[in-house]
T-cell receptor
Framework: QKEVEQNSGPLSVPEGAIASLNCTYSDRVSQSFFWYRQYSGKSPELIMSIYSNGDKEDGRFTAQLNKASQYVSLLIRDSQPSDSATYLCAVKSGGSYIPTFGRGTSLIVHP | DGGITQSPKYLFRKEGQNVTLSCEQNLNHDAMYWYRQDPGQGLRLIYYSQIVNDFQKGDIAEGYSVSREKKESFPLTVTSAQKNPTAFYLC??????????????FGNGTRLTVT
């Protein structure tokens, strides 16, 4: 059974701080990693995807992947109240490549 | 604009009734998926389809049925056999079928309440 683990939170950070969201996965042959943001009552929207070890930056967002340690993280710099949402980690592995989702981490950015 | 349209947004049904949720996409994506989300839970896969006239069960297919007669459409029927149907249902699609680097794009969801 492929597992994707996230701390449910809530993670509370002050406005302007760096928010760090973490995700671990169990399947060593996982190849693709995605971060989605989901506002309350809304559907998930893709923020970042990462496929290789290291960092990938897009604006205020940085995804970090470490396949040896089987974790992927999302850093949000200069956090804004509008970043308050649940962040879902999704992992695709070999074989069927159907993504497995974590339960998500709730982020609260307070003014 | 291209996208995925789910309808209706809210759906109310009496226990024992079958109900069909609509999902249409104009992104020309090959693969389509149905997920269920319960409060505080992640997304659980119900069914997926890589090509027209073919679909596969996901992790929680019992009590659900689907069809894929057209590339653009992937309706989900929640049958009376589904014991706890009240949930938020999400339809998604991806461009490369189930290729490794293809992210999912989601519709806006249908919130089903069964009483």
């Amino acid at each position: 059974q492929k597992e994707v683990e996230q701390n449910s939170g809530p993670l509370s950070v002050p406005e302007g701080a760096i928010a760090s969201l973490n995700c671990t996965y169990s399947d060593r042959v996982s190849q693709s990693f995605f971060w989605y943001r989901q506002y309350s009552g809304k559907s998930p929207e893709l923020i970042m995807s990462i496929y290789s070890n290291g960092d990938k930056e897009d604006g205020r967002f940085t995804a970090q992947l470490n396949k040896a340690s089987q974790y992927v993280s999302l850093l949000i710099r200069d956090s804004q109240p509008s970043d308050s949402a649940t962040y879902l980690c999704a992992v695709k592995s070999g074989g069927s490549y159907i993504p497995t989702f974590g339960r998500g981490t709730s982020l609260i950015v307070h003014p | 604009d291209g996208g995925i349209t789910q309808s209706p947004k809210y759906l109310f049904r009496k226990e024992g009734q079958n109900v069909t949720l609509s999902c249409e996409q104009n992104l020309n994506h090959d693969a389509m998926y149905w997920y269920r989300q319960d409060p505080g839970q992640g997304l659980r896969l119900i069914y997926y389809s890589q090509i027209v006239n073919d679909f596969q069960k996901g992790d929680i297919a019992e009590g659900y049925s689907v069809s894929r007669e057209k590339k653009e459409s992937f309706p989900l029927t929640v049958t009376s056999a589904q014991k706890n149907p009240t949930a938020f249902y999400l339809c998604a699609s991806s461009i490369e079928g189930t290729g490794p680097n293809s992210p999912l794009h989601f519709g806006n969801g249908t919130r089903l309440t069964v009483t």
